[in-house]
């Protein structure tokens, strides 16, 4: 079984219920359980700032789906939802990210895991914290604890909104 962290996020419709609905969607994934999922965190948008506000979450999964089967499922759950890019960091209904998969190292032109920009995403590295405990080491790079620390404009916001589609209150067995 491997491990991986899915990044999501929305600022377009109803955020939170789009989240939900992707989580929903994720733990019907083949193959694929969702164990467990970070508190919704609210920030300004990364991109242009003509646009509102996203909500963002972190969710751990089991799955024996290969990286790249992840990807593509990723990538059918935000067409499913109606997801449509209009400008690059733009608006969107629902952004699933696969940021890291076990301690794989991956480039290829569809598919760059640890994620690009992982290290320098509050929205990512709160709620990676709160999964992992801030420990975890992420291949070729530091902790996620220690690349929080190192932001130097953090903006999130931690909201009292909470989703379900874990089985289990325990992150990824070797996340910690």
């Not at 990676?128 to 902790?143: A, H, P």
Request: neutral net charge; hydrophobic residues 40%; charged residues 20%.
């Amino acid at each position: 079984m491997n491990c991986a962290y899915i990044g999501l996020g929305a600022n377009i419709g109803d955020p939170i219920k789009q989240l939900q609905q992707a989580l929903d969607a994720l733990s019907l994934a083949p193959k694929t359980r969702v164990i467990k999922t970070a508190a919704v965190y609210r920030s300004a948008p990364m991109g242009p700032q003509d646009q509102p506000d996203f909500y963002n979450t972190c969710a751990a999964l089991e799955t024996q789906l290969s990286a790249h089967e992840l990807l593509s499922e990723l990538q059918n759950i935000e067409r499913t939802m109606g997801r449509i890019k209009r400008r690059h960091w733009g608006e969107r209904c629902i952004d699933l990210d696969l940021l890291l998969y076990d301690q794989l190292n991956h480039h290829c032109p569809i598919l760059t895991l640890p994620h690009p920009g992982i290290g320098e995403r509050d929205f990512v590295l709160a709620p990676l914290i709160e999964l992992t405990g801030g420990d975890y080491v992420v291949v070729g790079k530091d902790s996620v604890g220690d690349m929080f620390k190192r932001l130097t404009n953090v903006s999130v916001t931690k909201l009292p909104a909470t989703l379900s589609a874990a089985s289990s209150s325990r992150a990824c067995a070797h996340a910690h």
